[in-house]
């Protein structure tokens, strides 16, 4: 692969972000379906997960990674991007970097705000970036009839999902399920960097050095930071 210039338009910061971008790219890009239907039934179940600009799409998880989802929406110009997850802090920068809808999960009737989205007919793309079965099995619901859903936060190892298989079935709904890149997604993810439209250095709300370390091993596992970079 050629070697890739960093150029001055972006920041150290957005370049910091660039293998969590080449992760996104791919999670939008790749079809590995595990709705039923082998790829070569239908030449275009390829192209069932890629976000169109009239859609309305659900990121479930306000942490780094599906804010960097949102934000590279927002570039692709969707329609409509609600995230939902928990934490004031992480939902406060949700707001503050581009979402058109926040919604809680720990508070009021978060199955009924998303029901509201896309004029009352739920998301057509919801894409969940917990990692966790919990965040799976929600996003498996909230989609509307017809939708996709993307599984990009792996779960730990013997973990089990529970559908129901009829909705999957008869409302054609597509799971997703990407993980890994390939050069090409690292050659998109570099020019959305290099053009500076991301902003991907957004989601590093904090700065330490080299010697505080284990200091940020204990802001990341409170949560209280999105990314922090470490600056020798």
């Known amino acids: 692969m050629a070697n890739l210039r960093v150029n001055p338009v972006s920041s150290l910061n957005d370049w910091a972000s660039m293998e969590p971008c080449c992760e996104r790219w791919e999670s939008t890009r790749r079809r590995r379906s595990i709705s039923g239907v082998a790829p070569n039934q239908s030449s275009s179940l390829t192209l069932l997960a ?6 309305s799409v659900l990121i479930v998880g306000a942490g780094a990674f599906g804010l960097l989802h949102m934000l590279a929406l927002r570039v692709a110009g969707v329609r409509e991007v609600a995230v939902a997850g928990r934490g004031a802090e992480r939902l406060e920068w949700a707001g503050r970097l581009g979402a058109d809808r926040v919604i809680d999960t720990a508070a009021g009737d978060p199955a009924a705000e998303v029901a509201r989205l896309n004029d009352g007919f739920g998301p057509d ?14 996003a498996f619901a909230r989609v509307r009839r017809g939708g996709r859903v993307v599984f990009f936060g792996g779960c730990p190892a013997g973990t089990r999902l529970e559908i129901d298989t009829r909705r999957m079935h008869y409302d054609n709904l597509t799971l997703i399920a990407p993980f890994h890149f390939r050069p090409r997604d690292v050659r998109r993810a570099y020019e959305l960097l290099a053009d500076g439209r ?35």
């Open 50 to 55: 890629r976000p169109e600009p009239a859609e």
């Open 125 to 138: 793309l919801v894409i969940e970036c917990t990692g966790q079965v919990a965040g799976w099995s929600d």
């Open 198 to 232: 991301l902003g991907a250095g957004r989601i590093i709300s904090a700065h330490r050095p080299l010697a505080d370390i284990a200091g940020v091993f204990e802001l990341l596992e409170r949560g209280t930071v999105l990314k922090c970079a470490v600056v020798p």
